[in-house]
């Protein structure tokens, strides 16, 4: 099973600031299955990137995607009040899928 | 408007089974695979099955095969997950997830708001 770790664990910043995501395989992943989601308290979580670098369908562009093989980033350019959530990462590999634990980004 | 509705979870007892449901509406449901996710309290999500369009084909965690069956009836746009033999670890919100048209483990763009399962005796 390939293991996806996320860091930080939490990511304290201020509102207009950058924020950098990053999801790191524990064996070489497919761009073209590596997502990831926001979840915000008491919601299902919402698709953001699909394919390493794509945006889903509404998602604003101040998101982005980078990354291959094992190493993987999500950029939010400038925070909105709105981004302050849980970002998980996803991949498939090796016939099973994964879900990275998780990077809290949270108001400074 | 995509609408995914799971129904069907509840208290039930180490051992014990539960059919859970995802009722589909506004899109094709027969062509679009659908995957089962998870999310256990105060936790990060974990996938736990999907299946194809057609229903013919199926992928489980292995923390949950052999005890999950995942199936679904595209003549009634639903989608279903047998739990059979719970245990504490199984307790979570059950997440329905369509499955981007590109492919069934390349993301997830549609989920229902979920269905509590709690394992307790």
């Known amino acids: 099973e390939i293991v996806l770790t996320q860091s930080p664990g939490t990511l304290s910043l201020s509102p207009g600031e950058r924020a950098t995501l990053s999801c790191r395989a524990s064996?070489?992943?497919?761009?073209?299955?590596l997502a990831w989601y926001q979840q915000k308290p008491g919601q299902a979580p919402r698709l953001l990137i699909y394919g390493a670098s794509n945006r889903a369908t509404g998602i604003p562009d101040r998101f982005s995607g980078s990354g291959s093989g094992t190493d993987f980033t999500l950029t939010i350019s400038r925070l909105e009040p709105e981004d302050f959530a849980v970002y998980y990462c996803q991949q498939y590999g090796s016939l099973q899928l994964t879900f990275g634990g998780g990077t809290k980004v949270e108001i400074k | 408007e995509v609408q995914l509705l799971e129904s069907g979870g509840g208290l039930v007892q180490p051992g014990g089974s539960l059919r859970l449901s995802c009722a589909a509406s506004g899109f094709t449901f027969s062509s679009y695979s659908m995957s089962w996710v998870r999310q256990a309290p105060g936790k990060g999500l974990e996938w736990v099955s999907g299946i194809s369009g057609s229903g013919g084909s199926t992928y489980y965690a292995d923390s949950v095969k052999g005890r999950f069956t995942i199936s679904r009836d595209n003549s009634q746009n639903s989608l279903y997950l047998q739990v059979n033999n719970l245990r504490a670890e199984d307790t979570a919100v059950y997440y329905c997830?369509?499955?981007?048209?590109?492919?069934?483990?390349?993301?997830?763009?549609?989920w229902g708001q979920g269905t509590l399962v709690t394992v307790s005796s």
């Open positions: 064996q070489s992943v497919s761009s073209s299955y």
């Open positions: 997830a369509r499955a981007l048209s590109s492919g069934w483990a390349r993301g997830f763009d549609y």
